[in-house]
């Protein structure tokens, strides 16, 4: 299993990026998706995850709720989010993480190796 995360950056206030995650060595389409972030000194936290099924439920933190979107493309084995109107408080290295299954999520052990997103003026 790999998974090769990148399109992070450095962005203003109010901006937005798209992040990719390019997964193989297993089958995509079986498996939920998801994004994390780690900002320096705290814990890796969610930040949305898409199930297997393109077209079903999405799940997100409640801090970029409306702000964030993940999808999907189970042609091109890559997941993304697109982040809009970025804040300083997005600020993290981001990770993608394969799910254990394809209809629920939990993580699993497969990591992305992380890419940094940076939101200042």
């Known amino acids: 299993v790999q998974l090769q995360a990148f399109g992070g950056g450095l962005v203003q206030p109010g901006g937005s990026l798209k992040l990719s995650c390019a997964a193989s060595g297993f089958t995509f389409s079986l498996y939920a998706m998801s994004w994390h972030r780690q900002a320096p000194g705290k814990q890796r936290e969610l930040v949305a995850v898409v199930p297997s099924t393109i077209g079903g439920w999405t799940q997100y933190t409640d801090s970029v709720k409306g702000r964030f979107t993940i999808s999907r493309d189970n042609s091109r084995n890559t997941v993304y989010l697109q982040m809009n109107n970025l804040k300083p408080e997005d600020t993290a290295v981001y990770y993608c993480?394969?799910?254990?299954?394809?209809?629920?999520?939990?993580?699993?052990?497969?990591w992305g190796q992380g890419t940094q997103v940076t939101v200042s003026s």
């Open positions: 993480n394969r799910g254990k299954s394809g209809v629920t999520y939990s993580p699993s052990d497969f």
